[in-house]
């Protein structure tokens, strides 16, 4: 038998950054009136590197080459190239909420806090000489794309983190 959506409608609004007008970059925040506090600890527990704070009730995942934050009554998503793409990732946002919702009973909620290392940290665990056997120009460059979930450990053989 099928679970009612937690988020059946939404709005959305387009915007791009307030520190740079007219910048190619958009964001998009969708904003409903269902509290999705519930599905955050089931999102924690489903998302691959989410940071998860319960006490704030934000859930921050990075997927797709997007960043997510989902709150209690709002979901942002950026960068976005325009609108046709921002409302695609709008409706992939609402998605992974409701199917997390709908195996609610399948899913243990995990209510841990993951933190990712720095920047820094990991830049620090890296050997620091540019050698690019992972692919990325500097080490610094492989740090960035790890933090973001572009590269994995595996990919830097000198990595100690």
Known sequence: ????????????????????????????TITFTDDISNVLPLLNATLDRAEYTHKARVLVWKGNGKKYAFRPLEISVAPLEDGDQALAYCREAVDIVNAA????DEIEPDYSRIELP??????????????????????MAFAAAYRSGK??????PRFKG
């Open 151 to 156: 590269a994995k450990k595996s990919d830097c």
């Open 101 to 104: 919702w709908a195996r609610r």
């Open 118 to 139: 720095s920047l820094m940290e990991i830049y620090k665990a890296l050997p620091k000489n540019n050698c690019k056997e992972c692919g990325f120009a500097t080490c």
């Open 1 to 28: 038998m099928g679970h009612t959506p937690l988020i059946s409608s939404f709005d959305y609004k387009l915007t791009s950054p307030a520190c740079d007008p007219g910048a190619d970059r958009w964001s998009i």
